[in-house]
């Protein structure tokens, strides 16, 4: 699937575009991307001699992938782009705004925090254009327009962050050789999924690992279950209106959704070790039961980075794969997808830096990164055969087929509830709790205006 190359031969993009000095990744001109958009992105700025200051989130690895990013950027228009990044990254941000002396772009995975800095005028707003552009060229433009608008200083709602880099969340792995043998078949419903789950535990074997142990944020990945179940059963207007409290905690739409949950969590058949273990099981070792002979379970439910704690060699889309959590037929609610991510935003009005934003609507902006690890992408754009590899190019075609994303619900909440009441009510419903009980106590944790 992958053929490009990398290299440090010297190369000329086009008009416009420097010659690479070794420090390229990827070979201009050479593999499946689109250089076409960064030649006619090159020919149309020149930004020579100029410097952009950028702060981000990124650090160690992660840096030096964005990096590799920012040097075609820099390539092309010939400006000089100075990117840092802090481990407190989050206080770093407002104590540079409150100072006076903000980078003029940051990028930040906290869309609460963004709304923040936006209220207090220390954002520049992007414009109707770029929100027509994300509209336009995100699958799901709506949702991604509405992640990154905001109320600012005067009150207005305007778009003031673009988002950047995604993760997905809406997804259950699986080992294919277990399904192969067992003679069962990837669901494409919600309903198809609780009736494998159920025909699996017919079979006398176990649906489901899932485990909530977390150390000091033990419960947040039944969070992560709670959305989407929020978002197959209810419609995302529902859901907004939830992560702002504009409906209550204990509303019976949320209670529904607790208790979807439960239907997998709370049957002993259904969940290895039997729901009393479900709290206890750390979220680490809860998908190793997918490795085990015979299986101790066929499905775990989790976000894009389990692997990293899958047994040492697992080789994804062979040993180990995923599919996406599947909506309800009947709900008509179309294929929504649940994840996270970064966004970008400007924070100076350095001309330079309203030219950078324009480089991240480029598709190779996106596959520079995309051919490399960790990244994806809603960009109707670019090509997915520059995947790194089909667990990535799996997971990106998700996003395209999403006809709605909303952002983790837990980290829009404010702190108290969202990393505290949220978590540990979660903890209290898997031992048995009630949903109703649960979801009124969280709510009494909700911060008074």
């Known amino acids: 699937m992958k053929n490009l190359l990398t290299g440090t031969a010297l190369a000329v993009l086009g008009a416009g575009i420097a010659q690479a000095d070794g420090h390229l990744t990827f070979t201009p001109g050479e593999g499946d991307f689109n250089w076409d958009s960064l030649t006619a992105f090159g020919e149309a700025h020149d930004l020579s001699g100029q410097t952009i200051t950028m702060f981000g989130p990124w650090r160690g690895d992660d840096q030096a992938l964005v990096e590799s990013v920012l040097a075609y950027f820099e390539d092309a228009t010939g400006a000089n782009v100075e990117y840092s990044s802090s481990e407190n990254y989050e206080q770093q941000i407002v104590i540079d705004a409150e100072a006076g ?3 003029d772009i940051a990028v930040l995975p906290q869309p609460g925090l963004i709304g923040n800095l936006a209220s207090r005028g220390f ?8 929100q027509a552009w994300l509209q336009e060229n995100y699958a799901a433009g709506d949702s991604w327009v509405s992640l990154g608008t905001y109320a600012g200083e005067d009150g207005e709602e305007r778009l003031y962050a673009f988002p950047y880099k995604i993760d997905v969340k809406s997804l259950v792995w699986y080992v294919p050789e277990n399904f192969e043998d067992a003679g069962y078949e990837v669901p494409e419903t919600m309903e198809d999924l609780k009736a494998l789950t159920e025909q699996i535990a017919a079979d006398g074997e176990t649906p489901w690992c899932i485990g909530l142990g977390s150390g000091g944020a033990t419960g947040w990945p039944a969070t992560d279950w709670v959305e989407d179940m929020m978002l197959r059963t209810q419609p995302p207007e529902t859901y907004d209106a939830w ?3 504009e409906i209550p905690f204990d509303d019976p739409a949320v209670i529904g959704a607790i208790e979807e949950f439960g239907y997998f969590a709370r049957n002993d058949d259904f969940v290895a070790g039997g729901a009393g273990a479900v709290a206890s099981t750390d979220f ?8 085990a002979s015979p299986p101790q379970c066929y499905m775990h439910h989790q976000a894009s980075f389990i692997p990293t704690f899958f047994p040492e060699g697992t080789e994804l889309g062979l040993d180990a794969d995923f599919f996406y959590m599947p909506a309800y037929a009947e709900k008509d609610l179309g294929s929504p997808v649940l994840g996270a991510g970064t966004l970008a935003f400007k924070m100076t009005e350095n001309a330079a830096a309203d030219v950078f934003m324009e480089f991240l609507k480029t598709p190779i902006a996106h596959e520079l990164w995309m051919a490399q690890s960790g990244f994806l992408t809603p960009h109707t754009g670019v090509n997915t055969e520059t995947y790194a590899n089909n667990t990535l190019k799996k997971q990106g075609e998700i996003l395209l087929d999403a006809t709605t994303f909303r952002f983790d619900a837990s980290d829009l909440m404010p702190g108290a509830v969202g990393a ?3 978590w540990t009510g979660m903890v209290d419903y898997a031992g048995g709790k009630s949903a109703e009980e649960v979801a009124a106590e969280i709510q009494q944790s909700w911060p008074a205006e």
């Open 101 to 103: 002396s903000p980078p």
């Open 123 to 130: 954002i520049q707003p992007l414009g109707e254009e770029t």
């Open 243 to 245: 992560v702002s409290n």
């Open 284 to 291: 680490r070792d809860s998908p190793k039961g997918l490795f």
């Open 420 to 422: 505290g009441s949220f």
